[in-house]
């Protein structure tokens, strides 16, 4: 039996300085000078050996960009990487698994004028409104790929004004992702359920049972192509939704 699991970092294995606990048992990612960023509780290791160290083949499944994701200090034993959302596929060599990268990279060049466009709307959207923002282009392979937003001082409700604004307008196909104090403008070519899709398609055809492990609605999709879905119930977007439904 191969068992495959899909699974999500931030907030699944790992939470941020300012979420972590005081049950933090070690340094789960740095950031670019190399100082720590993210931390793993002595539960999420726990589960982390019992349910990805118990011979399944683990994808790593994340929004953070390749350069991010190499600074993810857990030592995971995986093949294959999909991170940006969905919008790169790294291959046992380390590099963008090349059919993959052949479909993304069609999809940024039908997008990119709307990707422009969003860019300058973000601008425009955040002048008016008076939010204190920044914005960029989410970049990987040489792809530019979605629009990212924060807020500068975590104001979320500020950040949650911006997005209201931006989706009136969006183009074709575009969605958007709001969790905390991050906003993704994002292309429908984009997404980890797509990515994930064509990889029990095309390279996991062996899966005889395959779990998704998330937090996130963006995680949701993809989750909901596995046979089981698992999710943690702090700092979690899918269970505070679920535990509203609980009686």
Known sequence: MTVYVFVDLD?????????????????????????????????????????????????????RNEAAFRRVSLGLAYKHAICSFGGLLIG??????????????????????????????????AAALGADVRHSVVSDAGLGLYVSVKHNAHEHDSLAGV?????????????????????????????????VRWYLE??????????????????LPFMALCDYAIMPTAHSQVFDAVKGHAR
């Open 11 to 63: 907030d699944t294995l790992f939470n941020s300085d300012r979420k972590a606990g005081p049950d933090r048992s070690r340094v789960a990612a740095v950031d670019r000078q190399g100082a720590p960023l993210s931390f793993q509780s002595a539960r999420q290791e726990r589960f982390m050996s019992q349910v990805l160290g118990s011979g399944a083949v683990t994808v790593p499944t994340t929004g």
């Open 92 to 125: 046992p060599d380390g590099r963008p698994e090349p059919r993959w990268h052949s479909v993304i990279s069609d999809g940024v060049r039908r997008e990119r004028s709307s990707l422009e466009g969003i860019v300058a709307e973000v601008a425009r959207i």
């Open 202 to 219: 095309n390279v996991g055809m062996d899966a005889t049972l395959t779990l998704g492990v998330g937090d996130s609605f963006t995680d």
């Open 163 to 195: 997005a209201d604004e931006l989706g009136r307008g969006l183009p074709d196909g575009w969605y958007l992702h709001l969790n905390g104090n991050n906003l993704a403008v994002m292309p429908g070519f984009l997404g980890k359920a797509n990515a």
